[in-house]
């Protein structure tokens, strides 16, 4: 008689620490950082997308694309029309303004989501951050 | 003897803040295979202490030996100040790192000053 065990994998929170912090060199490609509180949306429910850049350079245009792994599937764009600094200095935790984008996707997955930056200096968009997010 | 003992106990314990250039930015480091095994999808960080935000999954900066480096690039506020990190999955977060305390590179708030003649 075979007798069929059924094993149940139960995920658990991490238990790995990230360690062994260096400094480097910054390039010119990351003078801001996206920060984003969430990475796991529900479908059909409209969000707004909230962050914070940080940086020192002044751009005209933060556009955001979210795209499944073959085709942009939705893409947002923001123009700062008073020239103000898109990317003032200070991290989340220092009164720093945030930019608002409404995000909606209706179709379940996986998407990858990147943030861009441009101006008249840099026609050129630069990217500024690129993450997986889950659309359950 | 023993007030030697105490001196030494005492400098280890306060450590200056690492100084950090406009130029430069930190690296951290996590194992592939814990990245892997352990289903992380994001990294968050905390300044000063205050709530944890997401950093999403950056690009590896470098992999060595199984190991990948991570860019942070921190406010450049002046003063000192201090992060931890700490890995994240669908269940929930792992324990944090310990404090790192930075202090962006600030410019002088000293002039020079009591000019006087000298011989060339």
Redesign the interface.
């Given at each position: 008689m075979w007798l069929l065990l059924a094993a149940l994998v139960v995920?658990?929170?991490?238990?790995?620490?990230?360690?062994?912090?260096?400094?480097?060199?910054?390039q010119s490609s990351?003078v801001c950082?996206?920060?984003?509180?969430?990475?796991?949306l529900q479908a059909g429910v409209s969000y707004e997308l909230v962050f914070f850049v940080?940086a020192?350079l002044r751009y005209q245009t933060i556009q955001v694309s979210l795209s499944d792994p073959f085709s942009v599937t939705h893409a947002w764009s923001r123009n700062v029309s008073d020239q103000s600094p898109l990317c003032p200095?200070?991290?989340?935790?220092?009164n720093q303004r945030p930019h608002v984008m409404p995000l909606l996707v209706v179709t379940p997955g996986r998407y990858w989501l990147e943030a861009f930056l441009r101006s008249d200096a840099t026609p050129d968009a630069m990217r500024i951050?690129?993450?997986?997010i889950?659309v359950k | 003897m023993t007030f030697l003992i105490a001196v030494v106990l005492s400098a280890s314990l306060f450590q200056p803040p690492?100084v950090?250039l406009?130029?430069?930015?930190?690296?951290?480091?996590?194992?592939d295979a814990?990245l892997s095994a352990?289903?992380?999808?994001?990294?968050e960080v905390s300044?000063?202490g205050?709530a944890f935000?997401?950093?999403?999954?950056?690009?590896k900066?470098s992999t060595a030996n199984g190991i990948s480096?991570?860019?942070l690039?921190?406010?450049?506020?002046s003063g000192t100040h201090t992060f931890s990190?700490?890995?994240?999955?669908?269940?929930?977060?792992?324990?944090?790192?310990s404090p790192?305390a930075f202090a962006p590179l600030s410019s002088p708030t000293v002039a020079p000053g009591n000019i006087t003649k000298v011989p060339r």
């Amino acid at each position: 008689m075979w007798l069929l065990l059924a094993a149940l994998v139960v995920q658990q929170p991490p238990i790995s620490v990230p360690k062994n912090i260096s400094k480097v060199p910054r390039q010119s490609s990351d003078v801001c950082q996206l920060q984003i509180g969430v990475t796991e949306l529900q479908a059909g429910v409209s969000y707004e997308l909230v962050f914070f850049v940080d940086a020192v350079l002044r751009y005209q245009t933060i556009q955001v694309s979210l795209s499944d792994p073959f085709s942009v599937t939705h893409a947002w764009s923001r123009n700062v029309s008073d020239q103000s600094p898109l990317c003032p200095s200070g991290g989340p935790n220092q009164n720093q303004r945030p930019h608002v984008m409404p995000l909606l996707v209706v179709t379940p997955g996986r998407y990858w989501l990147e943030a861009f930056l441009r101006s008249d200096a840099t026609p050129d968009a630069m990217r500024i951050d690129a993450f997986w997010i889950t659309v359950k | 003897m023993t007030f030697l003992i105490a001196v030494v106990l005492s400098a280890s314990l306060f450590q200056p803040p690492t100084v950090l250039l406009p130029t430069e930015a930190f690296a951290y480091e996590f194992p592939d295979a814990a990245l892997s095994a352990e289903s992380i999808d994001r990294f968050e960080v905390s300044y000063d202490g205050a709530a944890f935000t997401s950093l999403g999954l950056p690009p590896k900066l470098s992999t060595a030996n199984g190991i990948s480096k991570y860019k942070l690039i921190p406010p450049q506020t002046s003063g000192t100040h201090t992060f931890s990190l700490r890995a994240c999955n669908a269940v929930g977060c792992g324990p944090a790192s310990s404090p790192f305390a930075f202090a962006p590179l600030s410019s002088p708030t000293v002039a020079p000053g009591n000019i006087t003649k000298v011989p060339r």
